[in-house]
C-alpha cells in the first residue's frame, strides 16, 4: 500500500507507517494539483492492483492519469453549500472541478458512506449501478457511556468550528432553549477558524457562562462530554453520514439534528433522535426543549440511540469495502482472500 497524501510543515518527504509507504506532496491548498504529479514523477514504472480516490472536497481525477483500476470513495460533494464556507471564487473553483465528475468518472465505481451521497452522485449523472454504500464504523472499545447525565440539563455539538457547520444557528435556538429552560447549558467540542467569531456571537445574545468552548480535547474528554449531555445537537445543512451523532448515540446521547442530506441517514427521526429543518432556529430550540424536558421521550431515545449504534462495526465497514475493492481489480470475493489485493496507491 503506497498513499499519496498532502505534505504539512515538518512532515518528511517519504515515511513509512504500520507498513503503509506514505509519499508526500504539496500542501492542503494544492493537493489535487500536486499528488497527481507526484504519481508520475516518484511512482512511475510502479505497478498497481488499483488507485483508491478520496473525493473530500476536490476531486484528484485519478482516471486521467493512472491505467490502474479506480475506486472513487465520496464522503459527501459540496455543491452549493461550498458558498456558506467560503468566498464565491473559492465556491466557483470547488463547483467547477465537481461537474467534471460525471465526465471523468462516469465508468468508475463508486464507494459512498450514505444514501445521500449515492443520491447526489446519481443526480450529477453516475450510474446508481456503479456506487455501492458503506457506512462508517464506530470503535466501541472508546465511544460508550462513561459519565452519568450532568446536573443541568445540557445540549452537545461536537465537530469543527467552521461557517458551513450551522453552530450560529444553534447558538440562536440555545438562546431560545433557555427561556423554557433557564439552568440549560451548552457544550461546544471542538475547535476551527470560526471559533471567535461564535464566540463573539455568544456574547451577543447574552449566553456567558451558560455557553462553553471547550475546543479540541482528548478522545476520553470528548466521550465524557457527550456521555454527560442530555441531548446532542448536530445543525449542519449537509454532511457524508454524520459520524458524530452515531458517536453521540453509542455514548447513551439523543440527537436533535438538521434535516440533511447524511443526516438523514444516520438519524433515525423519533427512534434515535428528532429531525428538523435546517436554518430554523425556532424548530431547532423546540425539539432540543422537547429532549431536555421530556424524561420519558429522552429516555425511549436514548435506548434506541443505543442500539443503533451498536449496529455500526469498523470490522463491517472493511469487510465491506474490501469486497468493493475485490470486484474492482476483477476478484471473486468468495474465493480471495484479503492478501490477493497485492498493492494498491491511495490519494488523498
Known sequence: MTWLASGFPGG??????????????????????????????????????????????????????????????????????????????????????????????RDVPFLAISESTRDDLVARGIPAEHVS????????????????????????????????????????????????????????????????????RARQLGLGAEVRFHGFVPAERKVALLSAAHVSACPSPKEGWGLTVVESNACGTAVVASRSPGLVDSVRDGETGLLVPHGDAGALAGALVSVLRDDALRARLESGALAWAATFTWDRCADEAHAVLERVVGIVPAAAPRAAVRGAVGAF
Open 133 to 200: 454504500v458503506v457506512h462508517c464504523g464506530l470503535d466501541h472499545a472508546r465511544f460508550r457511556p462513561t459519565a452519568p447525565k450532568a446536573a443541568r440539563p445540557t445540549v452537545a455539538f461536537v465537530g469543527r468550528l467552521r461557517k458551513y457547520k450551522g453552530v450560529d444557528v444553534l447558538l440562536d435556538a440555545f438562546a431560545r432553549v433557555r427561556r423554557d429552560v433557564p439552568d440549560a447549558e451548552l457544550d461546544v467540542i471542538g475547535d476551527g477558524p470560526y471559533r471567535a467569531t461564535l464566540e463573539a
Open 12 to 105: 518528511a518527504a517519504e515515511a513509512e507507517i504500520d507498513g503503509i509507504r506514505i509519499v508526500r506532496a504539496g500542501d492542503w491548498w494544492n493537493a489535487n494539483h500536486a499528488l497527481p504529479a507526484a504519481y508520475r514523477r516518484r511512482l512511475a514504472g510502479e505497478r498497481f492492483d488499483a488507485v483508491i480516490e478520496d473525493i473530500n472536497k476536490l476531486p484528484f481525477l485519478a482516471p486521467r492519469w493512472t491505467n490502474a483500476p479506480v475506486l472513487a470513495v465520496v464522503p459527501h460533494l459540496f455543491g452549493t453549500t461550498v458558498f456558506a464556507e467560503t468566498a464565491w471564487p473559492q465556491g466557483l473553483y470547488v463547483l467547477a472541478h465537481e461537474a467534471l465528475i460525471p465526465l471523468v468518472y
